[in-house]
């Protein structure tokens, strides 16, 4: 079946950074990726996309210019690198396969990870 592990959460102070990492078995690899996140008594919402050839990328813009979507293909593997990171990035961040290559929204064949924590401190 098809499953996607994360790793690479955590504590940092503001101004640090933190790298997620996103492994994808099964036939979910070749889509659409993105990640995702959601602070306690938010939406889950998207923070960047990226399509199966890794260009074209999309990011929220509350993250714009301090986080980086990539993935490679030989290790089907996504990542998000996180730098200059602020309080208001702390949430828990899901990755997600098969979603929207348009919109970068989740839907009813999207699988995703397990979520990992990362907070930020002041």
């Known amino acids: 079946q098809a499953q996607l592990v994360q790793s690479g959460g955590g504590s940092v102070q503001a101004g640090g950074s933190l790298r997620l990492s996103c492994l994808a078995s099964g036939p979910t690899y070749s889509s659409c990726m993105a990640w995702f996140r959601q602070s306690p008594g938010e939406d889950r919402a998207v923070v960047a996309g990226i399509p199966p050839g890794g260009g074209n990328t999309y990011y929220a813009d509350s993250v714009k210019g301090r986080f980086t979507i990539s993935r490679d293909n030989a290790k089907n593997t996504m990542y998000l690198q996180m730098n200059s990171l602020k309080p208001e990035d702390t949430a828990m961040y899901y990755c997600?396969?098969?979603?929207?290559?348009?919109?970068?929204?989740?839907?009813?064949?999207?699988?995703w990870g397990q979520g990992t924590q990362v907070t930020v401190s002041s």
């Open positions: 997600a396969a098969r979603v929207s290559c348009v919109t970068w929204l989740g839907g009813f064949s999207s699988v």
